[in-house]
Nanobody, 115 residues
Framework: DVQLQASGGGLVQPGDSLRPSCVAS????????MSWVRRAPGKEQEWVSS????????FYADSVKGRFTISRDNAKSTLYLQMNSLKPEDTGVYYC????????WGQGTQVTVSS
């Protein structure tokens, strides 16, 4: 079974940084395009960022471009999201996924940005 275990979220103040990670298992991680999505209360799921299987190309939502950096370590089957200059509107549960539309999304990690 595909398992996606995100961790590394937390409660931070505006302007702070976090680096969530997601450990994948049950599939050939190094062969898959991977993405981060987030869900906030009262809002639809939002795609955040994606990365090619070999890490050669990355893509970002306009809302996070210039502040977030996606990366991966295929030897560790792990996906990362470096989040800098965090804003209250970045608050939500962050999930990694093979397919932002269809999932699976696994266990997410809560990020709360509040003063």
């Amino acid at each position: 079974d595909v398992q996606l275990q995100a961790s590394g979220g937390g409660l931070v103040q505006p302007g702070d940084s976090l680096r969530p990670s997601c450990v994948a298992s049950g599939f050939a991680f190094s062969n898959y395009y991977m993405s981060w999505v987030r869900r906030a209360p009262g809002k639809e799921q939002e795609w955040v960022s994606s990365i090619f299987a070999d890490g050669s190309s990355t893509f970002y939502a306009d809302s996070v471009k210039g502040r977030f950096t996606i990366s991966r370590d295929n030897a560790k089957s792990t996906l990362y999201l470096q989040m800098n200059s965090l804003k209250p509107e970045d608050t939500g549960v962050y999930y990694c996924t093979q397919d932002p539309e269809k999932g699976p999304w696994g266990q997410g990690t809560q990020v709360t940005v509040s003063s």
